[in-house]
């Protein structure tokens, strides 16, 4: 049974740095895409960041420059490290993992920026 487990989120001041981090239980985990989406209150669920299974990123324009996605194979695990946190990327954070057809979720972690 495939299994993600976000771990990292809490309470930052703005300005402020986190790192969440997901692992998975995922046989091949090198070969899937992974990415970090986000839902805020009221809002859909956007992409914030994805790295592909040959280490290429991107990101959503709001975090370009503050966030930096990353992967350790070796852990089955995907971090999202949050620098210059602001308001607005208060939200649940949820890991993803996709190959092909297959597309897994974490059940997420909350991030709350507030002073």
């Given at each position: 049974q495939v299994q993600l487990v976000e771990s990292g989120g809490g309470l930052v001041q703005p300005?402020?740095?986190l790192r969440?981090?997901?692992e998975a239980s995922i046989?091949?985990?090198r070969l899937y895409a992974m990415g970090w989406y986000r839902q805020a209150p009221g809002k859909q669920r956007e992409l914030v960041a994805v790295i592909t299974s040959g280490g290429s990123t991107n990101y959503a324009?709001?975090?370009k420059g503050?966030?930096?996605i990353s992967r350790d194979?070796?852990?089955n695990t995907v971090y999202l490290q949050m620098n210059s946190l602001e308001p607005e990327?208060?939200?649940v954070y949820f890991c993803n993992a996709r190959r092909g057809a297959l597309?897994?979720?974490g059940q997420g972690t909350q991030v709350t920026v507030s002073s």
């Open positions: 300005g402020g740095s969440l981090s997901c046989t091949f985990f324009d709001s975090v503050r966030f930096t194979n070796a852990k990327d208060t939200a597309a897994y979720w």
